[in-house]
Nanobody
């Protein structure tokens, strides 16, 4: 497994921005496509965004398309999620995930490694 740790969560007002980071260790980072998921209270964990091994291709949930941007810096073993125009419904614990498969996976079953999550709270 690859070990993942998220950072950058916090409390922001609606319309604000946050940048999350996920740092990987333990395995070769470029072997993995990466993704962000989120889970709001009493809701299922849902797909947010993903990126391929080189960073040349991305995939987004419709709910965040145009507002969020996923990127990666393989030299730093880090994947980022830039979140803009945040809404109260974006409030959730955000999780980083890694897969040896395709970055087109959008379900949790496709990802073998997960970080512990970071809380994002958007106030109205």
């Amino acid at each position: 497994q690859v070990q993942l740790v998220e950072s950058g969560g916090g409390l922001v007002q609606a319309g604000g921005s946050l940048r999350l980071a996920c740092t990987a260790s333990g395995r070769t980072f470029t072997n993995y496509a990466m993704a962000w998921f989120r889970q709001a209270p009493r809701k299922d964990r849902e797909f947010v965004a993903s990126i391929n091994r080189s960073g040349s291709s991305t995939n987004y949930a419709d709910s965040v398309k145009g507002r969020f941007t996923i990127s990666r810096d393989n030299a730093k073993n880090t994947v980022y999620l830039e979140m803009n125009s945040l809404k109260p419904e974006d409030t959730a614990v955000y999780y980083c995930a890694a897969t040896v498969g395709t970055h087109y996976y959008t379900t949790i079953s496709g990802f073998g490694s997960w970080g512990p999550g970071t809380q994002v709270t958007v106030s109205s």
